[in-house]
Every structure is written in structure tokens, then in C-alpha cells.
T-cell receptor, first 111, second 116 residues
Framework: GENVEQHPSTLSVQEGDSAVIKCTYS??????FPWYKQELGKGPQLIID?????GEKKDQRIAVTLNKTAKHFSLHITETQPEDSAVYFC??????????FGKGNQVVVIP | GAVVSQHPSWVICKSGTSVKIECRSL??????MFWYRQFPKQSLMLMAT?????????EQGVEKDKFLINHASLTLSTLTVTSAHPEDSSFYIC????????????FGPGTRLTVT
């Protein structure tokens, strides 16, 4: 099955700086890569996703880049704010309709 | 759009009793719903996949007789934890998927179950 690895496990950034989280996946047939943000005690929220026919996608302060050759994709958050502090999960679509999740990354934005 | 609700948001029950958790897609029809379990500071663990009108598909190691899943309509799936024990205490999260093969999953807010 699909294996998704996420690094680093914890990331602390100063408010206003950028944060980058990288994920790698194993199944070259995968073609859907979402990112979820989970705040404490809440369900994951889909914040951005990308399909394998594009290399980059932006939505305001967040962007996702995809490198299919290297089988990795990254989440970029610019001008970080305290409300960006959360756990971020990457995932890869595989099989008919499933998602394989990374272990999550705790992002802490220091005011 | 793509709002998923769960009820209850938290529940405390005694060992041996059963608990039902509801998952509803509020503004779209969910052909497939997924049930996950999440332990503190860990990732999401898929328990089962359910399609409207058919039996759920359980992941390896998940007891189907203990975690009963019903997907009676395109907007509602339920998870019943039967004969609950303290080790069943966890955060249970559902997700809903609109179109088969599209991959996008929208998650509910989760249900915190505590078994005493």
C-alpha cells in the first residue's frame, strides 16, 4: 500500500516567517495530495490540495508544490500568524478512493 | 460548502454499554463515508469505509462486531461502539466523500469517547 512520510515532526517559526513541511510518498501511481490542518480537539480541515497534473497551487498565504519525479510534495505557509499554530497532515490518494496520511507535523508560531 | 457534522461531540459511558455516533454531510451527498480513530498526538487510523446501502468494509484488526457501521442514506452514517471498554476510549472522526474516485474527504469535528 501507499506509505507517506512527513518531516519535520515539529516546527517552530517566528510570527511573520515562512514555514515549510515536506512529505514523501511511495506509490508512483498516486495523483492526489491534500493537506489538512487540525486544531486541538477538532477534526482535520482540508486547506489545500494538488493533483499530479500541476506542479504548484496557491491559495493566499498557503501553497503546495509537487515533484512527481522525486515523489515529494510540500506545504508552504508565508507570513505565519499565531492562528496557523496547529498540526498539519499530508496525505496521498491511492486505490479507488482512499487517503494515506502522514504522521503529522506540529507547527508552532511564536508571537 | 462540504460541511460534515458529528453528534455527539463528546460522550462518557460506562463499561459494557453501547454508544452511537452520528455523522452527517450537511450540504452534499456522500457516496462514501470513512470512520477514523485517533489517539493523542498520533495520525488518523482508518477503521472502516462505508458506502450508502451496502455493508461497511473494515480495516484489518478492526472488529466489525464491536464497531457497527450503518450508512442508511447519502447524508448519514452511524458508528456504534458495542459493549464499550476503557480501551475503546478515543477520538473518533468521520469523513465524507462526494463522488466515488475523487479522493477528497471532508471531516467532521470528531467525537471524544470516554469509557469509565
Amino acid at each position: 500500500g501507499e506509505n507517506v512520510e512527513q518531516h519535520p515532526s515539529t516546527l517552530s517559526v517566528q510570527e511573520g516567517d515562512s514555514a515549510v513541511i515536506k512529505c514523501t510518498y511511495s506509490d508512483s501511481a498516486s495523483n492526489y495530495f491534500p493537506w489538512y490542518k487540525q486544531e486541538l480537539g477538532k477534526g482535520p480541515q482540508l486547506i489545500i490540495d494538488i493533483r499530479s497534473n500541476v506542479g504548484e497551487k496557491k491559495d493566499q498565504r498557503i501553497a503546495v508544490t509537487l515533484n512527481k519525479t522525486a515523489k515529494h510534495f510540500s506545504l508552504h505557509i508565508t507570513e505565519t500568524q499565531p492562528e496557523d499554530s496547529a498540526v498539519y497532515f499530508c496525505a496521498s490518494g491511492y486505490g479507488n478512493n482512499r487517503l494515506a496520511f502522514g504522521k503529522g507535523n506540529q507547527v508552532v508560531v511564536i508571537p | 460548502g462540504a460541511v460534515v457534522s458529528q453528534h455527539p461531540s463528546w460522550v462518557i459511558c460506562k463499561s459494557g454499554t453501547s454508544v452511537k455516533i452520528e455523522c452527517r454531510s450537511l450540504d452534499f451527498q456522500a457516496t462514501t463515508m470513512f470512520w477514523y480513530r485517533q489517539f493523542p498526538k498520533q495520525s488518523l487510523m482508518l477503521m472502516a469505509t462505508s458506502n450508502e446501502g451496502s455493508k461497511a468494509t473494515y480495516e484489518q484488526g478492526v472488529e466489525k462486531d464491536k464497531f457497527l457501521i450503518n450508512h442508511a442514506s447519502l447524508t448519514l452514517s452511524t458508528l456504534t461502539v458495542t459493549s464499550a471498554h476503557p480501551e475503546d476510549s478515543s477520538f473518533y472522526i468521520c469523513s465524507a466523500q462526494g463522488l466515488a474516485g475523487k479522493y477528497e474527504q471532508y471531516f467532521g469535528p470528531g467525537t471524544r469517547l470516554t469509557v469509565t
